[in-house]
């Protein structure tokens, strides 16, 4: 008679191990690749030898390929936002016109993302260059819009308010999106020889950095509206834990200095983008535990928990590889 | 669900399956003992069971006749008794609200009304049992009072009427929070999260709302109590030995006994007190656990008056749960008072049927006055108190010489306020006044006669003299009688008392689980 479905241990268990198996797979692959490239050749500098395979091979440099990988993650925080905003901007009636900027600015981001994903050429873009500026400008204005939706209401940055208020950490992700590109364009356009620098610092290990705090914030987010949650579900302290940890690996990494390789870090990177993905799902089935479920999706869908949200840790994991990629290819970066 | 024989003597046979039986149904299975629960009112299925519609939900009411007489007649029904499995707390508003610690010593502490035989600081720790177990919905600190640990499941969104007691508040200075609810905010087992359609008071659909119904009753079973629903105890049987030996109940037409080592009363402060004096005997003529005479007395309402205005934005009020924000200022502030006791006041969401009801009763509109009335619906914002009334001992329950439909004398229930309570209700009126003037509300009115909640009649005391049981809710006269209910409450307090209930049940189950071991049964 007493009716309860409460997450077993042996349902964490086999979640855990799913997250693990596929991102050790994505590893895996990945790995595989490498070592096609590598089998035979001497030890020698990554660089010079990658760029000598994919030289041979692509044409491409390192700079690109890292430069097109961070586009790939810009896109995917900019997908996340295009999709989260729009569905919470249309459960808030869009009452405000400037509810729209989100919108199209990420928008426009994904398109430039998805231009940037697919260029081999070694130049920046003027077109994509002043979106991601664009997107960044647009993620600090929307910041300050949410704090002064929240400071407002009776209770000021109460728990009420912080809770159901503007959200005050989610135009960040569209911040982070421009950051990541911005820095992108940088990387790509960087000369053959010379190591790839953002504001003078090393571009791979500034990247790191910018990445590890683009986490913690978005755990932080993940927090609160787990936190509000009551964290019922066990499974709603993952994005609390893990990614605090890449923080702190990635963190770590860009501290380490030059010529260092990292495949744990780059495999808890695997890690988060499953996780991120697999948030999708454990979402939908957050939405299905309300009245009327799925059938009732018009209604639960902008009730329960946000869809698009779990792909930002993905978004920024793929910057954190990108990273962690540059610093591979480009052991100064 | 287990079922039980009539004529095997159980454990304990409980009367009445609300905040107070079902709770201690629950807890004295889950603790081992065999238990029947019987109630008068049938086993509703909240999903299948329940309409949208204000109309058809009166089948949760108790409308069984009641003779109401006094200065201040109370009006008896939906606002204060159901008559399902699960009791009141199937259409409760779920607001969960523990006592000021004080209250447990109001006599001595405050000076005035009764002490309670309990500690607060006993009283804290089962309090956090009943929030865990119902799952309450709260702020993450509570203003008021000593500390109590986090409420397990975050508070809810506030509508647009907690937002305006919340400027109102802030407008006057005054502290205010998120109402602890017992309905979810996330999901829970099986049950969804709430879905703020304000039906609450009607019976929540969802099985959003935590009930004796919803959260207790099936603990119970299982652990292997039986629920007999639409059984009507008419006696409690007594023998010469000053024993209970079992109840007489009317089911499917027929009266039936139920054999049983322990009798526990929970059918509320009416009913209760009825039934005890409904099962006089020769070697009990005043009653079942009446020597003190007080069974009856002392019955406690809280008043539950209102100010209403019309904001020129849209609020909804009916939106959500009724009450989502609180102040318990006037509970914790002594200053500034002209009576004992205090109040509590809380935003509001009356459905529609009821609100007519509200402008035809206390505004006697009708007519073409009432339909346009009605049209600014939408824009009325309302606060309302839950008001602590003084025992007094010519507040009472007697038994008419009317019957009801299975032939029992129906009860006759006499009440008036004294001057403290109307000081109180005036004072409260007056603030709640300004509390609306204070967010720009026009057309502002008060409605000064409404009542809520039931206590009393059986109050719990350190001496079988002046009370009916002891802290154990043990009666003084019959060793195997119990009585668990609003019925023990020696004071009301100015706060909603189902929490305080449903905490008193879980220790006295503890209590009976002691006692047992020790051969004190
Ligand atoms: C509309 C409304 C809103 C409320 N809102 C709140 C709130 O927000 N917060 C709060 O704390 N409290 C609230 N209350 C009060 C709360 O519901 C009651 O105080 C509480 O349920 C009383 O518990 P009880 O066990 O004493 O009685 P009940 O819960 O009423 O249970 C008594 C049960 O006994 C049964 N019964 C009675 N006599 C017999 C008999 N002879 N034979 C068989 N069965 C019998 C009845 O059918 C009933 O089911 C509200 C009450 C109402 C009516
Ligand atoms: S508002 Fe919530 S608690 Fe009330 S009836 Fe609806 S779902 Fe149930």
């Known amino acids: 008679m007493r009716r309860s479905n409460g997450v077993t241990a042996t349902q964490i268990a086999l979640g855990l191990a799913a997250l693990a198996a596929s991102s050790s797979l994505l590893d895996k692959r990945s790995l595989a690749r490498a070592r096609k490239y590598r089998t035979g050749e001497p030890k020698q500098a990554k660089a010079v030898y990658d760029n000598r395979i994919l030289g041979g091979k692509l044409d491409v440099p390192a700079t690109v390929t890292a430069a097109k990988r961070l586009n790939r993650a810009a896109g995917m925080l900019a997908l996340s936002v295009l999709a989260d905003s729009g569905v919470e901007h249309y459960r808030g009636s869009f009452k405000n016109k400037a509810m729209f900027t989100p919108l199209i600015v990420s928008a426009a981001t994904l398109g430039v993302s998805v231009h940037g994903t697919a260029d081999r050429r070694k130049a920046a873009h003027i077109m994509r260059d002043t979106t991601y500026l664009l997107a960044a400008t647009t993620g600090l204005i929307g910041t300050c819009f949410h704090f002064y939706n929240v400071a407002k209401k009776a209770g000021g940055f109460s728990w009420q308010n912080l809770f159901y208020g503007a959200p005050l950490g989610a135009p960040m992700a569209i911040l982070l999106s421009g950051l990541i590109g911005f820095c992108s364009e940088r990387v790509r356009e960087t000369p053959r020889g010379i190591t790839p620098s953002i504001f003078d610092l090393p571009a791979g290990r500034a990247m790191a950095a910018l990445t590890s705090v683009g986490l913690l914030g978005t755990a932080g987010e993940a927090g609160l509206l787990h936190f509000r949650g009551a964290f019922h579900n066990p499974f709603m302290l993952l994005p609390v834990t893990l990614p605090p940890l890449g923080a702190a690996l990635l963190a770590r990494t860009a501290a380490a200095g030059p010529g260092r390789r990292h495949p744990f870090v780059r495999w808890w990177m695997r890690l988060l983008v499953t996780m991120g993905l697999a948030g999708v799902g454990f979402h939908a089935y957050g939405v299905s535990r309300n009245m009327g479920g799925w059938r009732n999706w018009s209604q639960n869908v902008l009730n329960g928990p946000p869809l698009p949200a779990p792909p930002s840790f993905a978004g920024l994991a793929l910057a954190g590889l990108a990273a962690l990629g540059l610093m591979r290819d480009h052991p100064d970066a | ?521």
């Open chain 2, 1 to 521: 669900m287990r079922q039980y024989r009539q004529s095997e003597p159980v454990d304990f046979v409980i009367v009445g399956t609300g905040a107070g039986g079902g709770t201690l149904a629950c807890r004295l299975a889950e603790h081992g003992f065999s238990v029947v629960a019987m109630d008068a009112g049938p086993y509703f299925r909240p999903l299948e069971d329940f309409a949208s519609d204000e109309s058809e939900q009166t089948k949760l009411y108790w409308t069984d006749d009641r003779i109401v007489d006094g200065a201040n007649p109370l009006q008896m029904g939906g606002n204060n008794s159901g008559k399902a499995v699960g009791g009141s707390t199937v259409h409760f508003a779920m607001v969960s609200l523990r006592f000021r610690p004080e209250w447990f010593k109001s006599r001595s502490l405050l000076g005035y009304g009764a002490d309670w035989p309990l500690d607060w600081r006993e009283m804290w720790r089962y309090y956090s049992e009943v929030e865990d177990a119902l799952k309450i919905a709260g702020p993450i600190t509570y203003p008021w009072g000593p500390h109590r640990p986090r409420y397990p499941y975050r508070a809810h969104e506030l509508n647009a009427a907690a937002r305006a007691l919340a400027d109102g508040c802030e407008a006057l200075g005054i502290q205010w929070t998120e109402t602890p609810i017992a309905t979810l905010s996330a999901p829970r087992g099986l049950a969804h999260p709430c879905v703020y359609r304000g039906f609450c008071t009607s019976g929540c659909s969802t099985n959003a709302k935590q009930s004796a119904l919803v959260t207790w009753i099936p603990r119970a079973i299982a652990a292997g109590a039986e629920i007999r629903d639409l059984a009507m105890v008419g006696r409690i049987e007594a023998d010469n030995s000053n024993l209970a030996t079992g109840v007489h109940y009317h089911r499917d037409g027929q009266w039936r006994f139920q054999r049983a080592r322990n009798v526990v009363v929970a059918g509320y402060a009416i009913e209760t007190p009825r039934l005890l004096l409904n099962s006089a005997t020769d070697r009990f003529p005043a009653g079942l656990a009446n020597s003190s005479g007080l069974v009856g007395k002392n019955l406690m309402v809280q008043s539950n008056q209102a100010v209403w205005g019309t904001m020129e934005r849209e609020v909804r009020s009916y939106k959500g749960p009724p009450s989502l924000a609180i102040t318990e200022h006037w509970n914790y502030e002594d200053k500034g008072k002209d009576f004992f006791g205090g109040y509590c006041y809380m935003s509001q969401g009356p459905l529609p049927q009821l609100w007519a009801n509200t402008l035809l009763s206390a505004r006697g509109l009708w007519g073409p006055h009432l339909i346009s009335e009605m049209e600014n619906y939408n824009h009325v914002v309302g606060l309302k108190i839950v008001g602590e009334m003084l025992p007094q001992e010519a507040n009472r329950v007697t038994l008419a010489d009317e019957t009801d439909q299975y032939g029992l004398r129906i009860p006759r229930i006499t009440y008036s306020w004294c001057d403290n309570d109307r000081r109180l209700i005036d004072h409260s009126l007056a603030f709640m006044t300004e509390a609306l003037e204070a967010v720009d509300a026009t057309d502002i009115w008060r409605q000064n006669d409404d009542t809520c909640h039931l206590n009393g009649t059986a109050r719990m005391g350190n001496d079988p003299l002046t009370s009916v049981v002891n802290a154990d809710c043990r009666s003084w006269d019959i060793r195997n009688l119990w009585i668990c209910d609003g019925s023990v409450f020696p004071t009301v307090g100015g706060v909603n008392p189902s929490l305080t209930i449903q905490a008193i049940a879980c220790r006295t189950a503890d209590r009976i689980k002691t006692m047992a071991r020790r051969g004190e049964l």
